[in-house]
């Protein structure tokens, strides 16, 4: 739970935007030649026919719904240079404010303690959570 209040307050941040260095990719990998720096961006999984890989099927586990209208960058736009890390796999520079999520899913048997620690965060910021 504290890392998806976390979430709330400052929304997802790609590690570079993270100035306490609380945020940190689970892969390092320099790009060399690319349009944008990896660590600069928010790695996201379009929703889609791979979409059951990130179901939630563990306590502890969330995943943020977004808004569709989201501008993201694709494989495609970050240039011929860019590494496939996963086919479904879409980026957004810097950051994503609270403002852009749509939902929040978590475990069911989080659902109780995400309402009682974020419920008045996530009624403020009219986010809906989905067990």
Known sequence: MDRLAR?????LLAPASC????????????????????DSLVF???????SHRYT?????RFSILLDPSLP?????DMGQHWMLLCPD???VHGSIPPENFRGIA?????????????????????IPLYA
Do not use: C, N, W
Request: proline content about 6%; aromatic content about 8%.
């Open 7 to 11: 979430i709330l307050d400052k929304g």
């Open 19 to 38: 100035p306490e260095g609380l945020v940190r990719p689970t892969v390092q990998i320099q790009v060399i030649g690319g349009r944008y720096v990896y």
């Open 44 to 50: 996201l999984h379009r929703f889609g026919p791979m």
């Open 56 to 60: 939630v099927y563990e306590r502890g």
């Open 72 to 76: 993201v960058l694709t494989r495609e």
């Open 89 to 91: 796999e879409v980026y």
């Open 106 to 126: 978590v475990h069911p048997d989080d659902a109780e303690s995400a309402l009682s620690e974020l419920g008045g965060e996530l009624q403020r910021l009219g």
